[in-house]
């Protein structure tokens, strides 16, 4: 590390189990200055497992765009920096992305480490189409903002990945429902790489349902997979059947005047539903 200013290293740490740091991490924190951390405490720990002791700068969302100019400020002064996250990729919603464009703006060397994230490892057992997807990390807390987010969302063809936390799993999965219907397939992968990790896939109501059946389902840190809006079917459907199917969504929700129709009719419910949402408004 021979070099007149110092070298921010971007560190991958672990989601869950220990043994997924890499060589190459350890090595850099051996040899760093400096250790920018989320959690001092939480992080801490990760490397007193490693027998790892190192001087711990606190970077987190309330402090950064502050702090960010100090930690360029040291490594323009020599300083070799390891940023770090609570757990995964540093910046994949979690702080760090101020440093790393104010360095980047520098002239400062950035030297990114690749290793555990928790949106790519659940994506890659979820058995949907990972060719073209979208991170949208976590949606908003406030219900009215989540509908509003997922609504925009709706159309959206490639993959969906979210992050979500255990007390609002239930609800966003309403919301999710209310907004791409509940006939997508999605996965719900919990507490990834650690003992209890499950990865649960179903369409979006029966996963739901399935979840609120037993509290302890909802429980952990949680990846969403959601397939992204299929191809519109080229379905010609009988005039009869989309004049019941506008008559009777004007008495009743959409969603159940289309399965009304679906079973009359002999159509796919979400397809009529799809119709309608494109049609009637």
Not at 92 to 120: K, N, W
Not at 252 to 262: E, F, H, M, R
Request: hydrophobic content about 40%; overall charge neutral; aromatic content about 8%.
């Amino acid at each position: 590390m021979h070099n007149s200013s110092g070298i921010l290293y971007i560190v991958a740490t672990p989601i869950g189990n220990l043994q997924d740091i890499t060589r190459r991490a350890l090595d850099v924190f051996a040899q760093v200055d400096l250790i920018a951390a989320e959690d001092t405490r939480h992080s801490g720990l990760l490397l007193g497992h490693y027998g790892i002791k190192k001087p711990f700068f606190a970077l987190h969302d309330h402090n950064e765009q502050q702090k960010a100019a100090l930690l360029v400020e040291k490594l323009q002064q020599g300083v070799h920096i390891a940023l770090i996250s609570d757990a995964g990729t540093p910046l994949i919603s979690d702080p760090g992305f101020h440093v790393v464009r104010q360095c980047r703006l520098a002239g400062i060397q950035v030297v990114p480490l690749p290793g555990a994230c928790a949106a790519i490892t659940a994506l890659c057992a979820s058995g949907i189409a990972s060719d073209r997807f979208c991170f949208e990390g976590f949606l908003p807390a406030k219900s009215k903002a989540r509908r509003d987010k997922l609504q925009n969302l709706a159309e959206e063809p490639r993959t969906l990945i979210f992050y979500e936390s255990t007390h609002r799993i239930l609800e966003t999965l309403e919301d999710v429902e209310l907004a791409f219907g509940g006939e997508r397939y999605a996965v719900l992968a919990r507490e990834i790489t650690k003992t209890w990790e499950t990865i649960s896939g179903d369409i979006i109501s029966r996963l739901r349902q399935w979840l609120s059946e037993d509290p302890n389902r909802t429980k952990g840190e949680m990846v969403l997979i959601i397939e992204g809006k299929p191809k519109s079917e080229n379905i010609e459907f009988d005039g009869q059947a989309l004049k019941a199917l506008q008559l009777i969504s004007r008495e009743l929700p959409l969603k159940k005047a289309a399965a009304i129709v679906a079973e009359l009719y002999g159509y796919k419910k979400n397809a009529l539903y799809q119709y309608g949402l494109e049609n009637f408004g």
